[in-house]
T-cell receptor, first 117, second 115 residues
Framework: GAVVSQHPSRVICKSGTSVKIECRSL??????MFWYRQFPKQSLMLMATSNEGSKATYEQGVEKDKFLINHASLTLSTLTVTSAHPEDSSFYIC?????????????FGQGTRLTVV | AQSVAQPEDQVNVAEGNPLTVKCTYSVSGNPYLFWYVQYPNRGLQFLLKYITGDNLVKGSYGFEAEFNKSQTSFHLKKPSALVSDSALYFC?????????????FGKGTRLSVIA
């Protein structure tokens, strides 16, 4: 099946620094990827929809200047958490679908556990 | 608007017993329905989906789900639970005509299988 690779799986950073998370579709093209955030024992909260070659669409309440999304190619989207603070600590997950295959499920990356100290 | 309800935060079942994790949905038009499982500190793994056809869908690891249009439900089932099935389970929906929109997830149900 299709594979989505997310890197890094775990990162610890100091408050005020920026962290970049990569999401790659390994064997299919994804013009659209989705970024989610998950708090402990809670469901996935959609943060933004990443569109290849254009600006991302952010959900209400998500700061676009804090969570920078770049989707420069059909197989790579990046999420950069800028000037991270402890409240940004969370589990971030990306998702993509193979648009060449109709009615397919979404595939998810392994997730990134971000801890800001 | 699309929505998914998973009424149980936690389901406990003894190993070897059948398990059911409930899910109901609301969507305009025909639904595409999905079940995913999440283990600690991992992404979501796809279990099964209903797109069209037979209402009983069989998926990975012996799981199955039954689409019931009149009750707008898509409950996840397994005839005999294993301790290794203990995880967080998410039901998700997307409208058939919703294009490339993201899935809408339920809040998740934590399954605990006790030996």
């Amino acid at each position: 099946g299709a594979v989505v690779s997310q890197h890094p799986s775990r990162v610890i950073c100091k408050s005020g620094t920026s962290v970049k998370i990569e999401c790659r579709s390994l064997d299919f093209q994804a013009t659209t990827m989705f970024w989610y955030r998950q708090f402990p024992k809670q469901s996935l909260m959609l943060m933004a929809t990443s569109n290849e070659g254009s600006k991302a669409t952010y959900e209400q309440g998500v700061e676009k200047d804090k969570f920078l999304i770049n989707h420069a190619s059909l197989t790579l989207s990046t999420l950069t958490v800028t000037s991270a603070h402890p409240e940004d600590s969370s589990f971030y997950i990306c998702s993509a679908r193979d648009l060449n295959r109709v009615n397919t499920e979404a595939f998810f990356g392994q997730g990134t556990r971000l801890t800001v100290v | 608007a699309q929505s998914v309800a998973q009424p149980e935060d936690q389901v406990n079942v003894a190993e070897g017993n059948p398990l059911t994790v409930k899910c109901t949905y609301s969507v305009s038009g025909n639904p595409y329905l999905f079940w995913y499982v999440q283990y600690p500190n991992r992404g979501l793994q796809f279990l099964l989906k209903y797109i069209t056809g037979d209402n009983l869908v069989k998926g990975s690891y012996g799981f199955e789900a039954e689409f019931n249009k009149s009750q707008t439900s898509f409950h996840l089932k397994k005839p005999s639970a294993l301790v290794s099935d203990s995880a967080l389970y998410f039901c998700a929906v997307r409208g058939a005509n919703s294009g490339n929109t993201p899935l809408v997830f339920g809040k998740g149900t934590r399954l605990s299988v006790i030996a």
